[in-house]
């Protein structure tokens, strides 16, 4: 007999989490809702720029098709491509949905939703609301949840964090263990399904364009007990990130859509004004070397660009790690209606006006392509995604589900700009009919579990909780975790060596030691913020030992993991059909044959267990390599 | 350039202990704002006597003034805490947890209510669900868009409550952003039709009457949402209210 009223549980409150609890209501079914915070605070609030979806509203004879192409080559052929083409496919029927919850979306004259270009496509093609795109679609999603928090069906755990699922004898996931963020009590909560939407992993790289709470330790939880990670080590560095002490701020790939220019002085180490260098002594490096798409090529060309630029050549602003974003040629009515929330932010930060001075930019972490292995099912009639279907976004563990950032189906090895918005909701959707599917094939609740596999799980976390308190002349976890981002950021970065890789592996080992001897000065058993930290900064350092080892054995160049050890150069001035290119592309797709796959790691004592795993290519066939020239 | 950052902190354990002032300095950097202060605290957390204590228990977010997680009284003014750039303040600095909240532990503060009283106005679009329906929503025109789109960044922070006198633990008043939000849905051309449950909503006690006009509320708005005209458009409007149930029942 089918469970009467399943306990489920989603565990994150950002975009995925806030959909996946939505449509999981919506099927009528009760849900208990976890969060660090207030949910309305979460990190897809930060994002700006937009929101994929093919609206072809602006006489671009734009399709869903090119969208697919976009996103399948931008992603250097690395995700599996049913799952792409189904998000892509539903694009405009979400935005649709957005737009009756009430999204402020930027308008045209006639009232209808306005468009703009982003970076790797050639249409426009990018919903958005101002810039300030993300804090609109998540509160959006905020606010249907709280119609549903209102009749009922969505109970909050706000200020709790999740710890650990709980496996039963056949290893499913039977519910998880949560720590009360004020009394820091552990509790037990049984759930007959479970969604982990926790977000990105930014802070293992200590600085990032990402949120305080964007650690990844809930992904690394569920991967220690036996979830598969997928593609670890594809991060993607956002071009333009202002840098600063606490964290790098982004500035939207928008600035460039809209027409932004990236650009250094040419005569090396000039520390002039800029607005006193003139036009002929300025060098658009982007706009020279990419001629087709200039500006708005892809994140991590643009990126790696500016790291030759700057490191390799030395051509950075006054001799630093520096270029420009220009905006200033642009009229400011036109920046203020568009551009609003990046201006401010910029203002406020930098303290100069990006209407009358060039900004100071430089790539900075910002997303995780990797994440959670998911499933998904195709319908092997159409070749299609089959949805609904238990099966879509659940993880390796049964019961146990995953969407958002923190999930690593859609991008491949380089994610489009604004595809983020479409990847977070359009999975958290998926995940709330699968799990709305999944709960309804089980016949036995987890009240009906052992007892004693959730006394044991919960026993063992207050053991580390103790253990943690119970330190002293220790570790100082702040400190520890400075280290891990600074090490990161130098070493499994924008280019990668494997000399430097190993050396990071090592580091990672001591750094895993030594997070053993945290010990805190706050012993409080009331909203101890050092706790928790303590215990994100051991479950980053196990991440990143994924993301490094990952690195460490993909001998190539593809998208967000970049080797020149291992680089195959598009001959210059060559293109298809030119011997030299074909030459090329024999090469490409030879690499292809060996390293098109997905990493797939599984945690192990001394550390994951690498393998690779078949992608599905059945919708754009590998031919084509990326050419943004 | 100086050579600290020196701060005084008003700490308290926990909602029913006593508060107290703890002063610290940090080394100066620049481009310091009070929350990487706060955050360089915890990295050697010593107070200006040289003792070692628990590191100051605050919340934060985004660090770029959009989530609203970090909002405090920093030198006797409710903002964001990530904003508040240290080349821009007198020192020491004074920090305080907002007031018109119950204090959870240090400079974190309960503002639960605020999100309790955005359910009590209705403040969402009644969607028949989360799928697509082949059609938008009917087209709004870019100067709705404008208004609309100034009080759909509102983060839900606290700063309007902080300093509405009419607000505070023993009243009623949802205050301010409630109002706001009340007044965006209601000017959505599907939003509207629910409308007239949003005015009932803030016509009874704690309602819209209970706003002294002190106008402090667009002052402190981080975002600058014009807030007074949604308090005087919904003060408006449930005025006609009155008179519809009245006469139309």
């Not at chain 1, 950021?489 to 890789?501: P, Q, S």
Request: charged residues 25%.
């Amino acid at each position: 007999m089918a469970v009467k009223k399943p306990k489920i549980i989603v565990v994150g409150g950002g975009l995925g989490g806030l959909w996946a609890t939505m449509r999981i209501a919506e099927a009528g079914n009760e849900v208990m809702l976890f969060s660090l915070f207030q949910v309305k605070r979460s990190h897809s609030a930060c994002a700006q720029g937009g929101i994929n979806a093919c609206l072809d509203t602006k006489g671009q004879h734009d399709s869903v098709w090119q969208h697919i192409i976009d996103t399948i080559k931008g992603g250097a052929y690395l995700a599996n491509q049913p799952p792409v083409k189904a998000m892509c496919e539903d694009a405009p029927g979400l935005i649709r949905t957005f737009d009756r919850m009430g999204v402020t979306w930027s308008r045209t004259p006639e009232g209808v939703m306005d468009l703009r270009l982003f970076g790797g496509v050639k249409n426009k093609r990018t919903c958005f609301a101002g810039a300030t795109t993300g804090q609109q679609l998540l509160y959006s999603c905020d606010e249907q949840v709280r119609k549903h928090e209102e009749n009922g069906l969505v109970k909050k755990y706000e200020f709790w964090e999740f710890l650990s699922i709980v496996k039963d004898g056949q290893g499913r996931c039977r519910g998880i263990v949560a720590l009360n963020l004020r009394t820091m009590e552990s509790e037990i909560f049984k759930a007959d399904a479970v969604v982990i939407a926790t977000g990105g992993l930014g802070l293992i790289y200590g600085k990032s364009t990402n949120s305080a709470s964007s650690t990844g330790a809930a992904a690394s939880r569920v991967y220690q007990q036996g979830a598969k990670f997928m593609n670890g080590e594809f991060i993607q560095f956002h071009p333009t990130g202002m840098p600063g002490d606490d964290k790098n701020r982004l500035m939207s790939e928008a600035a460039r859509g809209e027409g932004g220019r990236i650009w250094v002085p040419r005569k090396q180490g000039d520390t002039t004004d800029p607005l006193k260098i003139p036009e002929d002594q300025r060098w658009y490096f982007l706009e020279e070397w990419y001629p087709a798409y200039g500006n708005t090529v892809p994140r991590d060309v643009a990126s790696r660009a500016i790291n030759k630029v700057c490191v390799e050549q030395g051509m950075g602003i006054g001799g630093k790690n520096l270029v420009y974003l220009d905006l200033t040629h642009l009229p400011e009515q036109f920046l203020r209606s568009r551009l609003a929330g990046i201006l401010e932010i910029y203002e406020k930060f930098a303290g100069v006006d990006p209407c009358k001075v060039p900004m100071i930019i430089y790539p900075a972490t910002h997303y995780s392509m990797g994440g959670i292995w998911v499933d998904w099912e195709k319908d092997e009639t159409s070749g299609n995604l089959k949805q609904p279907s238990p099966r879509n976004h659940q993880t390796s563990i049964p019961g146990l589900f995953s969407c958002g950032e923190c999930d690593g189906t859609y991008h491949g090895a380089n994610r489009l700009g604004a595809n983020s918005l479409l990847s977070a909701s359009y999975s958290g959707r998926v995940v709330g009919e699968s799990v709305a599917a999944y709960v309804k094939g089980l016949t036995e609740s987890a009240d009906e579990a052992p007892e004693e596999i959730y006394t044991q799980e919960k026993k063992r976390q207050e053991s580390i909780n103790r253990q943690i308190l119970s330190n002293s002349n220790g570790e100082n976890p702040y400190l520890l975790h400075k280290e891990l981002g600074d090490m990161m950021r130098e070493k499994v970065g924008i280019v990668r060596y494997n000399k430097e890789l190993d050396e990071a592996l090592e580091k990672i080992k001591e750094l895993k030691d030594r997070s053993n001897k945290i010990s805190l000065e706050d012993k409080l058993g009331w909203s101890n913020a050092s706790l928790p930290y303590a215990r994100q900064v051991q479950d980053m350092i196990v991440l990143a030992e994924v993301i490094t080892k990952g690195a460490r054995l993909r001998d190539e160049c593809r998208g967000g993991q970049w080797k020149p050890e291992f680089e195959i150069p598009i001959p210059e001035g060559k293109f298809a059909g030119d011997p030299e290119f074909e030459e090329y592309r024999r090469k490409w797709m030879e690499n292809n044959e060996r390293w098109l796959k997905t990493t797939v790691a599984e945690h192990a004592p001394d550390g994951p267990k690498i393998s690779y795993e078949k992608i599905d290519t059945s919708v754009l066939s590998p031919e084509q390599p990326r050419d943004y020239r | 350039m100086p050579e600290v950052i020196r701060f005084k902190v008003k700490r308290q354990q926990n909602p029913d202990s006593k508060p107290y002032w703890e002063e610290f300095q940090v080394p100066y950097r620049p481009q310091h704002n009070v929350i990487s202060v706060l955050m360089a605290l915890r990295e050697n957390p010593v107070n200006i006597k040289g003792e070692r204590v628990a590191p100051v228990v605050y919340e934060v977010g985004c660090m770029e003034e959009v989530c609203g997680a970090c909002t405090m009284i920093i030198n006797g003014k409710v903002r964001q805490a990530c904003s508040a750039l240290i080349d821009q303040l007198e020192q020491p600095l004074v920090l305080e947890p907002m007031t018109k909240f119950p204090v959870v532990r240090d400079l974190m503060v309960d503002r639960q209510k605020m999100f309790d009283d955005l359910r009590k106005v209705r403040a969402w679009i009644d969607i028949d669900g989360g799928y697509d329906i082949h059609v938008h929503a009917p087209r709004i025109s870019p100067k709705d868009w404008v208004m609309n789109y100034d009080f759909s960044r509102c983060m839900t922070c606290g700063c309007c409550m902080e300093v509405c006198p009419q607000f505070h633990p023993k009243s009623q008043f949802v205050g301010p952003a409630p109002i706001g939000q009340a007044w965006l849905f209601s000017n959505h051309p599907t939003g509207k039709f629910y409308k007239e449950e949003r005015l009932h909503a803030l016509m009874g006690p704690g309602g819209i009457t209970d706003c002294g006009n002190a106008q402090n509320c667009i002052e402190a708005c981080p975002k600058d949402i014009k807030l007074t005209d949604a308090i005087a458009k919904i003060g408006r409007e449930t005025t006609i209210q009155v008179f519809k149930d009245l006469f139309l029942k």
